[in-house]
């Protein structure tokens, strides 16, 4: 089993950066491909990126590509995104999760997941 704790969610300003980390429990961080996600009000849980056990591959939703960067660093079981160029439209809960098998931007092909953490953007 793996434990998930996000971090680093904030209020931020229209154009913007942070960087959430997800620390993972357990001595077999590096054996999940790891994905996050994000809920903003009254809306479906939706995909946001995805990177593989050894970073050799990453995915991400057409709606943050090129202003968000998955990474991971398995020698300190954390995930890392590195969200640029904030949009109002980023507001929501981030959640990190660990992948089980099925389709990358589907929620029900993780099973393990964090509390989440809150971003807000101001325009």
């Known amino acids: 089993q793996v434990q998930l704790v996000e971090s680093g969610g904030g209020l931020v300003q229209a154009g913007g950066s942070l960087r959430l980390s997800c620390a993972a429990s357990?001595?077999?961080?590096?054996?999940?491909?790891m994905g996050w996600f994000r809920q903003a009000p009254g809306k479906a849980r939706e995909f946001v990126a995805t990177?593989?056990?050894?970073?050799?591959?990453?995915y991400y939703a057409d709606s943050v590509k090129n202003r968000f960067t998955i990474s991971r660093d398995n020698a300190k079981n954390t995930v890392y995104l590195q969200m640029n160029s904030l949009k109002p439209d980023d507001t929501a809960v981030y959640y990190c999760a660990a992948y089980n098998r099925g389709t990358y931007i589907d929620t029900n092909s993780y099973h393990y997941w964090g509390q989440g953490t809150q971003v807000t953007v101001s325009s």
């Open positions: 357990g001595r077999t961080f590096s054996s999940y491909t």
């Open positions: 990177i593989t056990r050894t970073s050799s591959s990453t």
